[in-house]
C-alpha cells in the first residue's frame, strides 16, 4: 500500500516537472526584435489599430469553412454593418454565430413595421460576405402577419454596409502604409 502512494506521489512529481518544464523553457526559442511600450493602455491601441490581438479562432482556422470571425474591432463588415443600422434598435447580436437582428422598426405607420436581419458569411469585404433577410409585419387590430419580403432595400442595404467596410478597409491600409513610411524613415535615421 505505501509503495503503491509513494509510486503516485513520484508519478505527479514528474508530472508536474514536465509541464513546469515546458512552461518555462519557451523563452529560449521567442526573441523581441521591438523593445515593449511600458504603458499598456498605449500597446493595447496601438495593437487594435494594426489589427493585431488574440484570436481563438485563429487556432482553428481552416477546419470549419467560413466560420471564424475576427474580433469586432478588427472586422470592417461588422462595424460598417452596425453604423449602417444605427437608426434601428439592435434586439440581438451574436458575434461568434455572426449575426445581427434588429428590432421591430416603423417610421411611420405604427400598423407596418420591418425587422432587419444581417448574417455574416465571411470575413472578406464581398458581395457574398452578407446574407441580409427582411420581414416585414403587416398588423390589423390584434392580428399580425409577418412575412419575409425581397425588395430593393435589401440590396441598398447591402450596397451600403458594402461601400463603407470598403472605405474602412482602404482607410485602414493607408494608415499603415503611412505608419510603415514613418517607422522605415525613423529607423533609417538612427544609422
Known amino acids: 500500500m505505501r509503495i503503491l502512494t509513494l509510486y503516485k506521489l513520484v508519478q505527479k512529481i514528474t508530472i508536474f516537472s514536465f509541464v513546469l518544464f515546458f512552461f518555462t523553457?519557451?523563452?529560449?526559442?521567442?526573441?523581441?526584435?521591438?523593445?515593449?511600450?511600458?504603458?499598456?493602455?498605449?500597446?493595447a491601441r496601438q495593437n487594435v489599430e494594426e489589427g493585431r490581438g488574440f484570436s481563438a479562432q485563429g487556432a482553428f482556422k481552416g477546419r470549419r469553412g467560413s466560420t471564424n470571425f475576427e474580433f469586432a474591432s478588427a472586422n470592417p463588415l461588422w462595424r460598417a454593418t452596425l453604423d449602417t443600422l444605427d437608426f434601428m434598435v439592435i434586439s440581438s447580436v451574436d458575434y461568434a454565430g455572426g449575426l445581427i437582428i434588429s428590432d421591430w422598426y416603423s417610421d411611420r405607420n405604427p400598423n407596418e413595421a420591418i425587422k432587419i436581419t444581417v448574417r455574416f458569411l465571411a470575413?472578406?469585404?464581398?458581395?457574398?460576405?452578407?446574407k441580409i433577410t427582411i420581414h416585414k409585419k403587416n398588423c390589423k387590430?390584434?392580428?399580425?402577419?409577418?412575412?419575409?419580403?425581397?425588395?430593393?432595400l435589401t440590396s441598398e442595404i447591402r450596397d451600403k454596409i458594402l461601400k463603407k467596410?470598403?472605405?474602412?478597409?482602404?482607410?485602414?491600409?493607408?494608415k499603415s502604409k503611412k505608419k510603415k513610411k514613418k517607422k522605415d524613415i525613423i529607423s533609417s535615421e538612427r544609422f
Do not use: H, W, Y
Not at 387590430?141 to 430593393?152: E, F, L, R, S
Not at 467596410?165 to 493607408?174: E, G
Open 165 to 174: 467596410a470598403a472605405l474602412m478597409v482602404k482607410t485602414a491600409k493607408d
Open 141 to 152: 387590430g390584434t392580428n399580425c402577419v409577418v412575412k419575409q419580403i425581397d425588395t430593393g
Open 25 to 43: 523553457s519557451c523563452g529560449g526559442f521567442f526573441e523581441r526584435k521591438e523593445p515593449i511600450e511600458p504603458d499598456a493602455r498605449k500597446r
Open 123 to 130: 470575413n472578406e469585404v464581398r458581395v457574398d460576405s452578407l
